[in-house]
């Protein structure tokens, strides 16, 4: 990513130690649950000298029995300890229970304990991150009018930075400010204004413009182009001001839109839309009208260089390319969102009113590249809550192409996930009596489904607490108007607006009519693999390579499922023991309802997925053509226990199969011979799901191996002649190397697969995706 101007660091350069030796006390709140100060969480021990006994009692119990097992003798002793990883358990991440009218207030600290400001007040703030000495672009906008700059450091900010007419919030400073979310932040990112916005509002803010040192506003004066006084839009005397807003009702499963269009520059999207939205580039027919007042979230856009992510950019501009200069309709109308539509919302250029100041959180566990847009569509989903609104305004700032193009890997979160994000959040419900337990309630969801870890769920209940402690109050709920099947919308009034098509000739895209808008082949991957689920063995370390694979090939498809004998809760890494991994597919089908399709996939195969466009995904694939992965064996006297074993397996479970199973079984394998295939790479359509599941329930308990079990499946489920077949035919597979033969002297990108090889480091990953990048060469923004 590019357009947030953040700087990344990397090793140990990218979390310093902390800056000051003495913590100072969050003030005290009472909070259900594990004890941490960062969250006062507190519970009480009626009688701490009986707990302290029992204690004692269990340790020396402990102690005794170990010494017991390490000198017993007979080593049968120990059969009962069973040393298989046990299957994961899901992460039980409990509600904090908070009791909101007990939060004590944390008032603004004395002047002479920290500076002249500490009693400043203000309704209008600017709050930045800062990395180095003020720019320019920063002195201009310190002289606003009727607006205080607020500027946040961290731990690259130097320790003199100084601007005349702006406050800035060192690393000390903050520490001692007395907020609970600060605890949370690290010392590196830009995700520190969160201390800042709780400053602004303990310091009277009733708008905060969430900006960066980089944002030249145009003309000088923001009134021109936000809605900065609600309440006069909302009004009687005013008349009630009306907004165009998105008419959701044309196509009722549509999540998210690209506001770019409505501004005049369809073939330009911005950083968080799902890739695959990317190619809905046609302007809206009609619009609805909603009452202006309520849009609380107010994301402006950007002329110059816009918020795009990095695959627009390496895609849209080559190294001899001019900078970024594009340019969106300044009299186009602001446009709306209604609920059950959302839209990407960053944090350098939009207006927060009081209403929405509890959606200022950036979350912490996510890449700092995705903090800012997984807000955003975390906020739009409880605005719904309170009956507000995001709306989309024309350019409001300019901002120069003079940033550093950050790779794609810092924006995984982004690419891997976002869709999934939204489609959950436009679902989800909560039956909280109260605001903040709801938005604690769907931050607890969002840990529960993986979209952010624990730690912002502790975050968010530290942060709640700080606005309350600062002065803020809940916002009052109302019903969800899609619940009711309405949109927010004036009766029966619809407009028609069609958007100015600007020239981008700049990029070097020729905007025909008979061109679709190219957007780059992983576009078209993600369009055909975009709703099928891969699931993946990882036998390598998955603490070294897990998110590795989420992000070479989450890119790609629906979701990325990873199993392994090494299961991680932290990585969500399920358990699958290898040689029954076929056992693990069924639940993982349950999960997907809607995936017309799952690819499974060792990772001792790595897949070629720009040679599969042409494949049928209504079909089944698997390396039946390839020979020294599909092979047939005659069951003699001589056969080694193995397959005597395996055959016999297989004859019980084949005369035990329904009609058409048997049928179809022994058709395709007339001398019944044993049929081995190593299963490295098959794919089930969603029609064959059932047949897979039936199958894997009538084969039980029984000791076949994976290699056995799935060509009995496939054999079973259809004839091969029905197979498609194509699908994994060019795959080269290596059966036996040389000790020094390396993977990167077979592998070629012009074949479907290969087969072996061997990642187990990040060293090895960024190998392998330079090869790979021959076939796709967006890869290489990876490394």
Same mark, same amino acid.
């Given at each position: ?75 049968? +002793? =120990? ?38 400001? %500490? ?72 995700? *520190?204004?969160?201390? +800042? ?143 059950? =539509? ?77 869709? *999934? ?78 958007? *100015? ?28 693999? $975009? ?36 299961? !991680? ?15 693990? =597919? ?17 990772? %001792? ?49 084949? $005369? ?60 079973? /489920? ?26 990167? !002297? ?19 990953? /960024?190998?392998?995706?330079?090869? /790979?990048? %021959? ?9």
């Amino acid at each position: 990513m590019l357009v947030q101007g953040r700087r990344i660091r990397h090793g140990a350069d990218a979390e310093p130690s902390k800056p000051f030796s003495q913590s100072v006390p969050a003030p005290n709140s009472p909070i259900r649950g594990r004890k941490s100060r960062d969250l006062s969480f507190s519970f009480s021990l009626p009688c701490c000298s009986t707990y302290k006994l029992i204690a004692l009692v269990i340790l020396v119990s402990s102690v005794a029995s170990l010494f017991f097992l390490r000198r017993a003798g007979d080593r049968a +002793g =120990l059969l009962c300890v069973d040393r298989r990883p046990a299957p994961p358990r899901p992460a039980r991440i409990s509600f904090p229970e908070i009791s909101w009218s007990s939060v004590s207030p944390i008032r603004p600290l004395d002047p002479t304990a920290a500076a002249p400001y %500490s009693s400043f007040s203000s309704d209008r703030w600017i709050v930045v991150s800062v990395y180095s000495y003020p720019t320019d672009t920063l002195r201009l906008l310190v002289k606003t009018r009727g607006w205080q700059l607020l500027a946040v450091g961290n731990s690259h900010t130097p320790a003199d930075w100084s601007l005349k007419g702006a406050i800035f919030l060192s690393l000390d400073l903050q520490a001692r400010l007395g907020f609970r979310t600060v605890d949370f932040l690290p010392y590196a990112s830009y995700v *520190r204004k969160s201390a +800042g916005y709780l400053f602004a509002i303990q310091h009277g803010a009733k708008v905060i413009f969430d900006a960066d040192d980089r944002a030249e506003i145009i003309g000088s004066d923001m009134s021109r182009h936000f809605d900065l006084d609600l309440d006069a839009a909302a009004g009687a005397s005013a008349g009630y001001s009306v907004l165009l807003q998105y008419e959701r009702a044309i196509d009722i499963n549509r999540t998210v839109v690209n506001p770019y269009v409505h501004f005049g520059q369809r073939s330009v999207w911005p950083r968080g839309l799902p890739l695959e939205s990317v190619r809905k580039v046609d302007h809206e027919e009609f619009y609805t009208e909603v009452r202006g007042g309520r849009q609380y979230i107010q994301q402006g856009l950007s002329n110059g260089l816009p918020d795009v992510d990095s695959v627009f950019y390496f895609t849209r501009r080559s190294s001899t390319s001019e900078p970024f200069d594009i340019h969106f309709d300044e009299n186009a109308p602001k446009i709306a969102l209604p609920q059950g =539509l959302m839209v990407p919302v960053n944090s350098f250029n939009t207006i927060f009113h009081s209403q929405a100041f509890w959606a200022l959180m950036l979350p912490v566990s996510v890449s700092s590249m995705a903090s800012d847009v997984i807000r955003g569509y975390w906020a739009q989903r409880l605005l719904w809550e309170i009956g507000g609104y995001v709306a989309v305004y024309p350019p409001t700032i300019r901002r120069k192409d003079k940033a550093k193009a950050y790779p794609f890997a810092e924006e995984k979160d982004l690419h891997v996930n976002v869709g *999934r994000l939204i489609e959950f959040l436009v679902s989800w419900r909560s039956n909280k009596a109260n605001f903040f337990d709801r938005i604690l309630d769907l931050s607890l969801a969002m840990a529960i489904e993986g979209f952010w870890t624990q730690k912002d769920v502790e975050l968010t209940a530290a942060w709640l607490q700080d606005l309350l402690a600062v002065g803020y109050r809940q916002s009052n709920m109302m019903p969800l108007l899609q619940d009711q099947q309405k949109e927010a919308s004036l009766k029966g009034e619809r407009r028609k607006f069609v958007p *100015r098509k600007l020239p981008s000739v700049h990029l070097g895209v020729d905007e025909a009519e008979t061109v679709n808008y190219e957007i780059g082949n992983l576009i078209r991957w993600r369009r055909s693999f $975009g709703n099928v689920v891969l699931i993946m063995y990882c036998s390598g370390p998955v603490e070294r390579t897990a998110l590795e694979w989420r992000l070479l090939y989450g890119r790609i498809f629906k979701s990325v499922v990873i199993l392994s004998e090494r299961n !991680s809760t932290a990585l969500a890494v399920e358990y699958g023991e290898q040689s029954k991994i076929y056992r693990y =597919l069924p639940k993982i089908f349950d999960q997907f309802p809607t995936a017309e399709g799952f690819l499974f996939l060792q990772d %001792s195969m790595v897949l070629n997925y720009w040679n599969l466009l042409q494949a049928d995904r209504t079909k089944l694939w698997i390396t039946n053509k390839v020979l020294q992965s599909w092979t047939s064996v005659s069951i003699e006297s001589t056969s080694s226990k193995w397959f005597v074993k395996q055959s016999a397996l297989v004859k019980q479970v084949v $005369g035990s199969l329904p009609v058409h199973f048997q049928v179809s079984f022994k058709r395709s394998n007339p001398e019944e011979k044993l049929i081995i295939c190593s299963s490295e790479v098959f794919y089930v359509p969603r029609q064959f799901i059932s047949d897979f599941v039936d199958l894997t329930n009538l084969i039980g308990d029984l000791d076949i191996h994976h290699k056995v079990a799935v060509p009995l499946f496939f054999l079973s /489920m259809n004839s091969p002649k029905n197979f498609d077949s194509n699908a994994l035919t060019r795959v080269v597979y290596k059966g036996s190397l040389p000790a020094n033969c390396s993977f990167l !002297s077979y592998y070629t990108a012009k074949v479907h697969a290969v087969y072996p090889l061997k990642v187990e480091n990040e060293p090895d990953f /960024m190998k392998l995706v330079q090869f /790979m990048a %021959s076939g796709d060469p967006l890869l290489m923004e990876l490394v």
